[in-house]
């Protein structure tokens, strides 16, 4: 019984794969999408254990991400975590307060040479109404917390994928400037484990 | 060409837009009451407002000025009017000067959101500014100060 | 800032009032001290006045009986000082000396730098300066014998136009009275007062009678520091000036083998490259140009011996040299035996890194060169050395070259620099420009430019005897004179070590019988110099955690201690006494918190810290600091607060943060984020206590700073019980 499972398992994943190979292929095409609907039978094995989320989830728990969703009224610096230099606040809505706001250091794109501000559009922080605080929760809490909409800003399941693979602000992450430690994985294989993800229905590992 | 308006003043120039902000202002406009402290967005000396918000001139490209309105410190005020210059004259801040110019810009944005600041809305405006002849407590005293004057009309 | 030890025994400190004539000068100064620029300034205000302004006034319609004042048809005074303002004060505390004795209008009253010239020479180091925290006591006398001169001789004319007796009139507020009706301003006797003669001696007040000395008057350069309208070096513009930015070095006697410009060549706005002493020089039209232009040079250099140095393996061989004798510097008693028969001795190491100065604006100067004459702007603390090394690089005789002092933003010593580097580069880079051209150090620049505070390291063994009393103490320094292989070296006065390593343990006030104070001089090709407070700076912490050693050892508390080995030292007593009064020593502080304490003398003042400290997850925050400070007869209660505040601010920082390291010749930091500096944030609530007597005038530009490291480690002792035995303070490293 288990072996089956397994195999099926496995045969679905590759089908799945092969799928999106095409899906990357045909990228910000129509035919993507349809594809990306396509095997609805799939997610509900997958469920079992989200490894679909598990998959991607480094992305979202490296610093790059960590760093402003982590626990705090703040936002994080370097590969350590450590809390922002200068006193820096989330704010009233997320983009820093008074004389100290994210926008009087950081521009809507990185600068030349290390240790200046990075940068890209709409540099913020989660709001402190929806804090989007990631640090501490496990993966099944984390996926959980990211599908919800009243954790996410409302996004349905297409938003947030879009968030995910498109936002210019998360897309930083995978050039996050001069001396800076990239997210651990290509930015076409994270979307592609976020689509896959998504097309199975989003499952999350259980807790 | 590079267009925005400074101290209520238009400017059109013809410089590189990546330029930073700082040196146009200094160098081009000649208002050299803008420091340059570190050029990277470190020690706040080079403080100006775009519309209105504190901005770090030594890495905003001059681009991102482009059809906006620049404060500098000379446009602070004419007359050393401004509650914040006020105060800072009644607190006696400034030692060697250097950063004070970046310390009001910041301060007149903290005052205009946060008209009677806090001693910790006072840290998180302006613990992005350096001083080192360290005038701090001076300048947070000359901040609850002009907080004053401004809730008592402004005008004194 | 310079000890004053260092410039000499034979400087003999002026005493207040002492009716000594400090040989007033007749009115010739004038056409030195207003002779138009040569070069054409750009729509720019000098520190004060308007340049042009001032000549203009001055050869038409002023007064100016001596070097230090000039008044005005239009009730102006305008005071001319000779010392540097750099936060400390001086464009307002030697101002109210003059105006005290003169009898001024204080709303008339401005002030305007001197140019260089042996009038304004220090009257006790010889030259023209400033450092030391020796403006006010220096000035003290000059000042106030200029203003009464002005004064005597305002009276004069105004008895004459009267025909009564000068000794009917009297001055005040900026006029002359007599009886009831007759007044007459100071402006209205301009043209009078100008052809009498000086007066050989004059009457100074009586101190009981001053109205501004003593008293908290508000800065005079303050309203141009709100408006963006002071000129600091770095904002001085002339007509047809190019910007330089210079390609230095990466390796401290590194040379410059070739470099390929191909690619900055021919980058927007850059006019020229070449190599100078100080490395490649980009000239450009602007600095952004300049400096992407360097930033783009690819220079190959010849690295020279220091290419594989390291401070770690520095500070190694500082702890194995400090295992041996050093150099004698002090021996009472017998302190090997004292130490011997100890019932308990403890021995420390306290090691200090080397610091940069980290002035907010950094290096930079204006040359402006011509066939027969070379003009200098900058941030100058060393006016008479710095004219004199670039009239060598300028060819020209020293009167041919005016160096004109801006405002300095910030100083530390820095620009008291023995070579003039960041002036004699200018002279260089202006050589090759062709017009007027401003060097402009980048912060990168500044702070691997070297001429750092030394680091060194302090060995101390101590003992106590079997009822608690300390009995012996030997210490032993390790580290670079700041005075050898410089223009200075003579000032060590034939001894054999640096007195400025030392200073501050080689006074120990402690009533310890027996005491040896040794010295090693460490050979490192690091430049090093003076940084506010010199040797204090690193001795205090060494000779102040270690008197708290020796008070856990003789199991007493750290105040208490201090006060018996200090009962006849009742300067110190009266500040460590003022302290701990005001910090409230015996009352409990909350848990996780603690205080320490520290007492010192330098540069004439007395100082003591009390630091209150608390210790959560590691992290070291220092809530409240008191200081008590004594400084002898004050001239300004408010700038003396302020300059300690600040001191304690700026010896916080280099506790707390600061350290300069270098591995394989590097040096490892960069900008404030690797060399921080105290922020709003982490700024503790200071309380500034100033001891009223009559003694001597002492310094206060520096006496701040010392206290601040011992006490606030000895505070960290108080709330986790381990000692710290380096700085900057870390928790991991303490003991």
């Known amino acids: 019984m288990k072996r089956l499972h397994i195999m099926v398992r496995f045969c679905l994943a590759s089908l799945i794969v092969l799928g999106f190979a095409g899906a990357l292929w045909f990228s910000h095409s129509a035919a993507a999408a349809e594809r990306l609907d396509a095997p609805k039978n799939a997610a509900a094995a997958a469920s079992d254990d989200g490894a679909l989320f598990t998959a991607f989830v480094p992305v979202l728990r490296h610093p790059r991400c960590m760093n402003c969703h982590s626990q705090g009224d703040y936002p994080r610096q370097g590969d350590d975590g450590h809390p922002h230099t200068m006193n820096v606040r989330r704010g009233p809505v997320g983009f820093g307060v008074t004389s100290e706001k994210c926008s009087t250091c950081h521009q809507d794109h990185n600068l030349a040479g290390s240790h200046l501000p990075p940068g890209a559009p709409g540099w913020h922080l989660p709001p402190p109404s929806m804090p989007m605080i990631w640090q501490g929760l496990t993966d099944a809490q984390l996926c959980e917390s990211i599908k919800d909409p009243k954790q996410n800003r409302n996004r349905n399941l297409d938003q947030l994928v879009e968030h995910l693979t498109e936002d210019k602000l998360v897309m930083w992450g995978w050039n996050p400037g001069e001396g800076r430690t990239p997210v651990p994985m290509l930015h076409d294989e994270f979307a592609a484990k976020v689509k896959q993800w998504q097309a199975a229905g989003a499952p999350c590992p259980a807790r | ?156 | 800032m310079i000890g004053r030890k260092m410039m000499g025994e034979n400087m003999s400190r002026p005493g207040a009032g002492t009716g000594a004539n400090t040989g007033i000068e007749r009115r010739n100064f004038l056409k030195f001290s207003v002779a138009a620029s040569g070069g054409l300034l750009i729509g720019f205000r000098f520190p004060g006045i308007s340049m042009l302004a001032s000549a203009q006034q001055a050869l038409a319609t002023a007064f100016m009986p001596n070097a230090f004042v000039r008044i005005g048809t239009d009730e102006r005074v305008t005071v001319i000082v000779n010392h540097s303002e750099m936060g400390q004060g001086v464009y307002t505390s030697l101002p109210m000396l003059l105006a005290e004795e003169l009898d001024a209008d204080w709303t008339k009253v401005g002030f305007e730098p001197a140019p260089v010239d042996p009038k304004y020479n220090h009257p006790a180091f010889g030259m023209q300066m400033t450092g030391g925290s020796s403006s006010v006591w220096s000035g003290l006398e000059q000042f106030r014998q200029a203003g009464a001169a002005a004064r005597a001789m305002l009276v004069a004319a105004a008895a004459q136009q009267w025909n009564v007796d000068a000794t009917s009139c009297r001055a005040e507020s900026g006029a002359v009275f007599h009886g009831s009706n007759d007044k007459l301003t100071y402006g209205q006797l301009v043209g009078a007062a100008a052809k009498l003669t000086p007066p050989a001696h004059v009457q100074l007040k009586d101190p009981k009678t001053f109205k501004l000395i003593g008293k908290p008057i508000k800065r005079l350069d303050t309203p141009e520091k709100l408006n963006g309208k002071a000129v600091f070096g770095i904002d001085v513009k002339l007509l047809g000036m190019l910007t330089a930015v210079i390609a230095r070095p990466p390796i401290f006697g590194a040379k410059m083998k070739s470099f390929d410009d191909s690619r900055a060549r021919s980058m927007p706005g850059v006019r020229k490259i070449v190599a100078v002493p100080a490395g490649v020089a980009v000239i450009a039209d602007s600095f952004w140009q300049a400096k992407m232009a360097r930033d783009a040079l690819r220079v190959e250099w010849d690295e020279g011996s220091m290419a594989s140095f390291s401070t770690a393996q520095m500070m190694q061989d500082f702890r194995e040299r400090a295992k041996s004798p050093g150099t004698s510097v002090r021996k009472d008693g017998d302190a090997a035996a004292a130490l011997s028969n100890a019932a308990k001795k403890i021995e420390a190491v306290y090691e200090a890194p080397y610091l940069s100065h980290l002035m907010m604006e950094p290096l930079n100067c204006v040359v402006d060169l011509r066939a027969d004459s070379c003009e200098v702007w900058t941030g100058s603390q060393f006016q008479t050395v710095d004219r004199a090394n670039a009239a060598k690089v300028a060819g020209l005789p020293n009167e041919k070259v005016q160096l004109h002092t801006t405002f300095l933003g910030g100083g530390f010593g820095r620009r008291a620099n023995p070579q003039s580097d960041f002036v004699v580069e200018a002279v260089h880079v202006a050589k090759a420009a062709g017009a007027p051209v401003k060097v402009i150090w980048t912060r990168e620049d500044d702070m691997a430019g070297g001429w750092y505070r030394p680091a060194f390291l302090h060995a101390i063994e101590g003992g106590v005897d079997a009822s608690g009393n300390a009995i012996g103490w030997r210490s032993r320094s390790v580290g670079q004179s700041i005075m050898t292989g410089t223009p200075f070296a003579a000032m060590m006065q034939g001894k054999d070590y640096d007195p400025a390593s030392v200073e501050g343990i080689d006074d120990l006030p402690y009533a310890i019988p027996n005491v040896t104070v040794e010295s090693h001089q460490a050979e490192v090709n690091v430049p090093v110099q003076w940084l506010r407070s010199v040797g204090h700076s690193h001795t205090a912490f060494a000779v102040e955690c270690f008197v708290d050693e020796l008070a856990s050892l003789a199991q007493k508390d750290p105040y208490q201690f201090r006060r018996e080995l200090l009962l006849k030292q009742p300067r110190y007593l009266g500040v460590l006494d003022l302290a701990a009064q005001k910090a409230g020593w015996d009352k409990p502080l909350p848990n996780g918190m603690g205080r320490g304490i520290a007492v010192h003398f330098a540069f004439g003042s007395y100082s003591a810290h009390v630091a209150e400290v608390s210790v959560t997850d590691g992290k070291i925050r220092v809530h409240r600091m008191v200081c008590a400070i004594d400084c002898g007869q004050y001239v300004n209660p408010g700038i003396i607060a302020a300059q300690t505040e600040g001191g304690a601010i700026f010896g916080a920082s280099a506790a707390l943060f600061q350290e300069l390291t270098f591995e394989n010749g590097r040096l490892q930091q960069t900008n404030f984020h690797t060399f921080p500096v105290m922020r709003m944030n982490e700024c503790p609530q200071i309380e500034t206590y100033i001891v009223e007597n009559n003694e001597k005038p002492g310094g206060i530009g520096e006496p701040g700073v010392p206290c601040a490291a011992p006490a606030i480690a000895n505070a960290v002792f108080a709330v986790t019980g381990k000692r710290i035995r380096r700085l900057p303070i870390r928790l991991t490293e303490a003991v």
């Open chain 2, 1 to 156: 060409m590079l267009g925005f308006s400074v101290n209520g003043k238009r400017v059109d120039l013809d410089v590189d837009p990546s330029t930073p902000l700082l040196w146009v202002i200094r160098e081009h406009l000649g208002l050299t009451g803008t420091k340059y402290g570190c050029g990277m967005a470190q020690c706040g000396a080079c403080t100006v407002h775009i519309n209105g918000e504190a901005v770090r001139s030594c890495v905003a490209p001059a681009s991102r000025a482009s059809g906006k309105a620049v404060t500098t410190i000379e446009g602070l005020s004419p007359d050393l009017s401004n509650p914040l210059q006020r105060a800072w004259l009644e607190e006696d801040v400034p030692q060697c000067g250097y950063c004070q110019s970046g310390q009001l810009m910041s301060a007149a944005v903290l005052l205009r959101e946060k008209p009677s600041p806090t001693d910790d809305d006072i840290d998180e405006a302006m613990t992005g500014n350096i001083c080192r002849c360290g005038t701090y407590p001076r300048i947070r005293r000359a901040i609850h100060r002009a907080a004053e004057m401004v809730a008592k009309g402004g005008a004194q």
